[in-house]
């Protein structure tokens, strides 16, 4: 029976089977004894976006009390959830996010602890997701935004609309007439200065 442990784009945390190509993790929010979830959904403000795989190094999954292991279908899902690039294991592309970051949010020598407070703001509102309003057309947005309405994430890609699945991206032409931003408005400007989104194979099949 799969873990509870894989976060949507909303940035919950459900079971599923399906396998994604980033980690992460907000802190310690598992027992280790059950290896199930605790009330809380994070314990740190450092949401963080890791590879999985590192140095050789293996984990097995929610079983000390350590970090609680979570899986993203890729890094879209991942920033629309809220996180970040870790500055860890993938000091690259940290240093291309926050570059991106300063650039797009016209501010100077960030610090991580920095993108970490406003992000922590942004990503939630009484401890729920926070969406915000799109201020700007679809078609102005940037490849790897992701958008919410009623049930359903989008992911923007090439001026199209696909639909967020556990599994994958599929077709999802439709009108996003009461669309809300699911990306957080700072992590959004930084990818329109050009901090560019690993995404999902199944987006660029669809």
Same mark, same amino acid.
């Given at each position: 029976?799969?873990?509870?442990?894989?976060?949507?784009?909303?940035?919950?945390?459900?079971?599923?089977?399906?396998?994604?190509?980033?980690?992460?993790?907000?802190?310690?929010?598992?027992?280790?004894?059950?290896?199930?979830?605790? #009330? #809380?959904?994070?314990?740190?403000?450092?949401?963080?976006?890791?590879?999985?795989?590192?140095?050789?190094?293996?984990?097995?999954?929610?079983?000390?009390?350590?970090?609680?292991?979570?899986?993203?279908?890729?890094?879209?899902?991942?920033?629309?959830?809220?996180?970040?690039?870790?500055?860890?294991?993938?000091?690259?592309?940290?240093?291309?996010?926050?570059?991106?970051?300063?650039?797009?949010?016209?501010?100077?020598?960030?610090?991580?602890?920095?993108?970490?407070?406003?992000?922590?703001?942004?990503?939630?509102?009484?401890? #729920? #997701?926070?969406?915000?309003?799109?201020?700007?057309?679809?078609?102005?947005?940037?490849?790897?935004?992701?958008?919410?309405?009623?049930?359903?994430?989008?992911?923007?890609?090439?001026?199209?609309?696909?639909?967020?699945?556990?599994?994958?991206?599929?077709?999802?032409?439709?009108?996003?007439?009461?669309?809300?931003?699911?990306?957080?408005?700072?992590?959004?400007?930084?990818?329109?200065?050009?901090?560019?989104?690993?995404?999902?194979?199944?987006?660029?099949?669809?």
């Amino acid at each position: 029976m799969p873990l509870q442990n894989r976060v949507t784009p909303t940035g919950d945390i459900i079971a599923t089977p399906h396998r994604g190509l980033f980690t992460g993790n907000r802190g310690i929010i598992h027992d280790p004894a059950t290896r199930t979830l605790l #009330k #809380k959904r994070w314990s740190s403000p450092a949401w963080l976006t890791c590879v999985c795989e590192f140095r050789g190094r293996r984990r097995e999954v929610m079983a000390t009390h350590s970090w609680t292991e979570l899986f993203f279908l890729d890094e879209a899902t991942a920033l629309a959830a809220g996180h970040r690039p870790c500055f860890y294991c993938r000091r690259d592309d940290a240093n291309r996010f926050r570059a991106a970051w300063e650039q797009g949010n016209r501010v100077r020598d960030v610090r991580m602890h920095d993108i970490d407070t406003v992000l922590h703001h942004e990503r939630l509102d009484h401890g #729920k #997701k926070r969406l915000h309003a799109l201020l700007v057309p679809l078609e102005q947005l940037p490849d790897g935004a992701m958008l919410q309405q009623g049930e359903e994430s989008f992911l923007l890609m090439q001026g199209g609309t696909l639909l967020w699945s556990a599994a994958g991206y599929v077709e999802g032409a439709r009108e996003l007439d009461d669309a809300q931003l699911l990306t957080p408005p700072s992590t959004l400007r930084a990818m329109s200065a050009g901090y560019e989104v690993t995404l999902h194979p199944s987006a660029h099949r669809a």
